[in-house]
């Protein structure tokens, strides 16, 4: 398993989404997020075929952190039940995902 993923939500609006943002990154459960403005969605809520325009927030993190991430949102989020979904980095800058276990550590340490 990686030690870090990228994890998708939705938020309803930019106001929304800059919250969860803030809770992530406060709570040290996110070194970066970043927040697309507009993303259509289509989808089946309640047997009922709908589309939303939302917020994609992109959420940098470590693996350990997911079921903790999770959390967060559902606590913070205004949806019933909010998109959270991990995908794994397979691969990238070295200095990046260092720099990113140390913005997510336990202690919080930051460089």
Request: aromatic fraction near 6%; charged fraction near 20%; glycine fraction near 4%.
């Amino acid at each position: 398993m990686s030690d870090y993923v990228c994890i998708l939500v939705t938020a309803s609006s930019p106001d929304e989404a800059r919250n969860l943002a803030r809770a992530l990154l406060e709570a040290r459960l996110a070194g970066c997020v970043k927040i697309i403005s507009s993303v259509e969605s289509h989808y089946w809520w309640q047997g009922v075929l709908e589309h939303a325009t939302e917020c994609q927030l992109v959420i940098k993190s470590r693996a350990a952190l997911v079921r903790d991430v999770i959390a967060c949102v559902k606590a913070n989020h205004t949806y019933t039940v909010p998109e959270v979904i991990a995908l794994p980095v397979i691969d990238g800058n070295p200095d990046y995902l260092d720099w990113l276990g140390k913005e997510t550590a336990p202690s919080g340490a930051a460089e």
